[in-house]
């Protein structure tokens, strides 16, 4: 039982990144999908999720315009594409999901720097 996260680079401001996760080993198609991100110090706050069908989707409000999550269920991929991006949006992103019989699952996460 995998997430595995990936597309994270270094990146200028005002410039778009998307992440890529990968699941494994669990029913893909029948689990919400979760974005969350780290910044250097601080806690792990949530970014944004995206539900069994892919139409129902949901960000921090102040990342809404931003931030787009979407999925693939036969690819048993979810992606969250970043834009405008700000060096406050620095951080490792972590893929998350909550299995009923294990709980939270994690990715190693993907680091993002936003810096000119």
């Known amino acids: 039982v995998h997430l595995v996260e990936s597309g994270g680079g270094l990146v200028q401001p005002g410039g778009s990144l998307t992440l890529s996760c990968t699941g494994s080993g669990f029913d893909f198609s029948g689990q919400a999908m979760k974005w969350f991100r780290q910044a250097p110090g601080k806690q792990r706050e949530w970014v944004g999720s995206?539900?069994?069908?892919?139409?129902?989707?949901y960000n921090v409000d102040s990342d809404k315009e931003r931030f787009t999550i979407s999925r693939d269920n036969a690819k048993k991929m979810v992606w969250l594409q970043m834009s405008s991006l700000k060096p406050e949006d620095t951080g490792t992103y972590y893929c998350?999901?909550?299995?009923?019989?294990?709980?939270?699952?994690w990715g190693q996460g993907t680091q993002v720097t936003v810096s000119s």
């Open positions: 998350n999901t909550y299995l009923l019989d294990s709980g939270n699952l």
């Open positions: 995206i539900g069994v069908a892919a139409g129902n989707v």
